[in-house]
């Protein structure tokens, strides 16, 4: 009889504690994660912290991956292997010109893509010299909106000798109706020639979007597509560089449903309003390409439902990340909430064949440390 009471107190503890684990994790939402995780530590010098990392790229040199980033403050570009975490190559692309960087794209040791304002954009060798220069004035006559050119979080793909970058949905405050065929969203640079593909999806021509309008990118060497992430939607754009042809793809997010508009006048412009629609909304901030295990990471910053109304930055940070895989047949098959970018700068981040990997803050200011997620 004892025994009997023994096992039912048991089972009504064990009951009682399942259902106080599912309250007290009811916050942690994930879906089927599946995620081993560690970290990679890469060594910083005395003028680098890991808070003004800017556009990290990585590409390979005789099938040995090496990772890369810009110190914005003393104009260094520094290049790691992968394999060792040991710095092989640094290049000062400020140390033979007067040039003032407005962002730096990495394509290779090679290839250092310095945009100077909007008008102009600079080829930068391996030994801090300019190969070529480019005028990137926007060409008015080919489209009403042209793009801008951003380089920070998207890293210039090179095919057939000609180079592609993406930009910004621009002609959002024009307060005119363009058809998607007037506003493009790729820029394509060859020689000194200038064209632009990808049409504006249809979401921005309706509605006033605030600060969602930039477009990022990742680049599939396989298939030779650009795949395209715009701020406010939840679809992946194919933009084939052998047909010029785009394809699109609506995923569907447990957490990332698309955005709301601050208005419907395209004519409306308040900065405040703008900010404070960026905190409350869901923002897609960079898609990346795993050609190793064929899939795509979709970083997605989630709403802040704690901001005080006070300061923007404050509710920037505190939004949390969601993670969203997407596989080759451009299907959702896992999706993941890590924390928030108090805690990580997921944009700033890279893909190896351990995974993805994420730069976490406060870990040592001596060393850039990422959390490195392996989906499985």
């Known amino acids: 009889m004892d025994q009997i009471k023994y096992i039912f107190v048991l089972l009504i503890f064990i009951l009682f504690n399942n259902v106080n684990c599912r309250q007290n994790n009811k916050n942690v939402e994930t879906i089927n994660p599946n995620v081993i995780e560690s970290h990679f530590n890469i060594p910083l010098d005395q003028n680098t912290t890991p808070y003004i990392l800017k556009g ?11 990772v890369s980033f810009y110190n914005k403050l003393n104009g260094n570009v520094y290049i790691y292997n992968f394999e060792n975490a040991k710095l092989e190559y640094q290049i000062n692309i400020l140390e033979h010109y007067n040039i003032r960087p407005y962002e730096v794209g990495i394509y290779n040791k090679d290839s250092i893509f310095v945009r100077e304002g909007k008008e102009r954009l600079y080829l930068i060798d391996d030994k801090g010299y300019i190969k070529h220069s480019y005028n990137t004035e926007r060409d008015y ?47 394509q640079i060859f020689n000194d020639s200038i064209n632009y593909y990808v049409p ?12 969602a309008w930039n477009v990022s ?14 701020d406010a939607i939840p679809a992946i754009f194919r933009f084939n560089l052998k047909t010029k042809k785009t394809y699109r793809y609506n995923f569907n997010s447990k957490f990332f449903k698309g955005i709301r508009p601050v208005k419907t006048d ?37 709403p802040n439902k704690n901001y005080d109304g006070k300061k923007i930055g404050d509710g920037i940070r505190g939004k949390e990340w969601s993670i969203i895989v997407i596989n080759k047949d451009f299907k959702k098959v896992n999706e993941l909430k890590i924390g928030d970018t108090n805690k990580f700068r997921a944009h700033v981040s890279f893909v190896s064949p351990n995974g993805l990997h994420i730069l976490e803050m406060g870990i040592n200011e001596d060393v850039a440390s990422f959390k490195t997620l392996n989906f499985n």
Not at 171 to 183: D, T, V
Not at 218 to 228: G, K, L, Q
């Open 56 to 66: 990290i790229s990585t590409f390979e040199i005789n099938e040995v991956l090496y």
């Open 217 to 230: 990118h990742t680049y599939n060497a396989r298939t030779n597509d650009i795949i395209m992430c715009f």
């Open 266 to 302: 395209r004519s409306y412009y308040s900065e405040t309003d703008f900010e404070e629609h960026i905190i409350a909304q869901p923002i897609v901030r960079k898609i990346l390409y795993d050609k190793f295990k064929q899939v795509y990471y979709i970083l997605v910053q989630l």
């Open 200 to 211: 504006c999806p249809e979401e921005y021509l309706k509605s006033n979007w605030g600060y």
């Open 141 to 187: 006559s080919q489209v009403k909106v042209p793009p801008f050119i951003s380089l920070v979080h998207n890293q210039p793909v090179v095919f057939n000798d000609t180079i592609y970058f993406s930009g910004k949905v621009t002609g959002n405050f024009l307060g005119e109706y363009f058809k998607p065929e007037e506003r493009k969203t790729i820029t």
